[in-house]
Nanobody, 124 residues
Framework: QVQLVESGGGLVQAGGSLRLSCVAT????????MGWFRRAPGKEREFVAAINWYGQTILYGDFVKGRFIVSRDTTKNTMDLQMNSLEPEDTAVYYC?????????????????WGQGTQVTVSS
């Protein structure tokens, strides 16, 4: 089993920045790929970013457009999401997820473990 805990969410004004973090505990060998997803009110969960163990394969959702940067530190079993130029449309609950399979993918069905989520609210 893998436990994922997100932190760093909060309220920020449009144009501001936030840094989300996710800590993995338990069977961390099953976190070869880690990703971020989000769910806005009334919408389905959406892919944000994913990164593999070595950090050399990274994938972003189309809406990111260079505003977010995902990174991870495998020595600490953490993954971060630096979010810049935030917009009200970025308001959502952000979830950390992990998968054992090595492919960096945007399909949420491929992810094995999920955190509880952290709320990000961007005011206009």
């Amino acid at each position: 089993q893998v436990q994922l805990v997100e932190s760093g969410g909060g309220l920020v004004q449009a144009g501001g920045s936030l840094r989300l973090s996710c800590v993995a505990t338990g069977r961390t060998s099953h976190t070869f790929v880690m990703g971020w997803f989000r769910r806005a009110p009334g919408k389905e969960r959406e892919f944000v970013a994913a990164i593999n163990w070595y950090g050399q394969t990274i994938l972003y959702g189309d809406f990111v457009k260079g505003r977010f940067i995902v990174s991870r530190d495998t020595t600490k079993n953490t993954m971060d999401l630096q979010m810049n130029s935030l917009e009200p449309e970025d308001t959502a609950v952000y979830y950390c997820a992990s998968k054992y399979n090595s492919g960096v993918r945007s399909n949420e069905d491929e992810y094995d473990y999920w955190g509880q989520g952290t709320q990000v609210t961007v005011s206009s």
